[in-house]
């Protein structure tokens, strides 16, 4: 048996949902960069799950539904009521899309229709949750959504109980067209093996969650905005960085396991924030990020990857550092779902094997003897 530490290169199994192939990304065969000019977090769900791009009818449906299933029961706000405040909203999460499958009648019904229904639920109610709590644990009382936004604006809504602007909710959405799918990344693989059991979608959506909390994976994106306050001004940043490289720790938002010359999203963030501060926002965060990635380039020979810039542009909507990576779960949750469909359609047991190096065999020496 040969192994390779991290599964590096391993192929593990075919999808027709998105591919990097030479650092271009694209789903379903459209680039990252023409979607996220031109189409909406709506489309690139429909697109992810249907294979194909919606027609304006059926998008229009297709909003329809989303906005009619975005409220959560109270019984999911009661349970959170009773969580500690200093929870991580990670965990929250979690937590509240299992407790989702558990006030679903139909959570263990696995025909492709309910499975479609529980799927348009779920990423229908995965942002009221994120922003119910952050409010919540303020001792607020979570805003409804508007049946009139859509998912993107909706979740800033509901989060600052204001309306945003046009722009904000249009460079949110962008974000949330690029974090939608990415391959075979850790909480996707992670997604697949569960439901590969023949679990339900619930199952494979809760197992994701956790692994996308990992600051090795989505909770990068909140590690890097604590790195940025911690550092606190462009003048700080070099000694920051040569003395954590020095120490031999990792500096969050940097390299890829699949990305050589770089990660497109990250290219498409920073242009996207490069304008935002361009426009009057805040300019000190881009411009220490603008100087990490001069160094890490320089130093170690690593590019950014799109929780790099996505804190900054996060921070500069509003968004707190905790729920950075329950963001990044409001667009990924369109993603899991795909590869979970998509393992149904065609579905074997995922059972590797792992290569024994441990003890030989021993004589085992009863309690009383030890
Ligand atoms: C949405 C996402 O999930 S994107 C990824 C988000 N994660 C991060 O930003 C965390 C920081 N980055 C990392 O930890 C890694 O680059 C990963 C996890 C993304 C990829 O990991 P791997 O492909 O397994 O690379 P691995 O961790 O083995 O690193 C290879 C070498 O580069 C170094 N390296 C990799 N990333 C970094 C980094 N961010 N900072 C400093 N050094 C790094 C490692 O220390 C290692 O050096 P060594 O060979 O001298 O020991
Ligand atoms: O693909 C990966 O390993 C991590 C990543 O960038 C993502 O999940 O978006």
Redesign the pocket.
Known sequence: MTTTK?L?GVVATTSAISSINQDVLTYRGYSIQDLANESTFEEVVYLLWNGELPTADELEVFKKKLAENANVPDAIFDVMKSFPGTVHPMAVLRTAVSALGVFDPDADRMDAHSNMEKAVRLQAKIGTIIAGFARIRNGEEPIPPKKDLGLAANFLYMLKNKIPTDAEARMFDTALVL?AD?EL??STFTARVCVATLSDIYSGVTSAIGA?KG???????E??MNMLEKIGSVDEVDYYINDA?AN??????????VYKTG?PRAKIIKKMVGELTGHGAETKYYDMSLRIETL?KEK?G?LP????YSATLYHTLGIGNDLFTPV?AISRTSGWVAHILEQYSDNRLIRPRAEYNGPGLRTYIPLSER
Do not use: C, S, Y
């Not at 990857?305 to 790099?308: Q, W």
């Open positions: 991290g590096e974090h990415h990344n850790a996308l600051p090795l994976h989505g909770g990068a994106n590690q890097v490289l031999k720790e990792k500096i969050m938002g940097f390299g890829h396991r990660d890490m170690k690593l990857n799109t929780d790099f990044f």
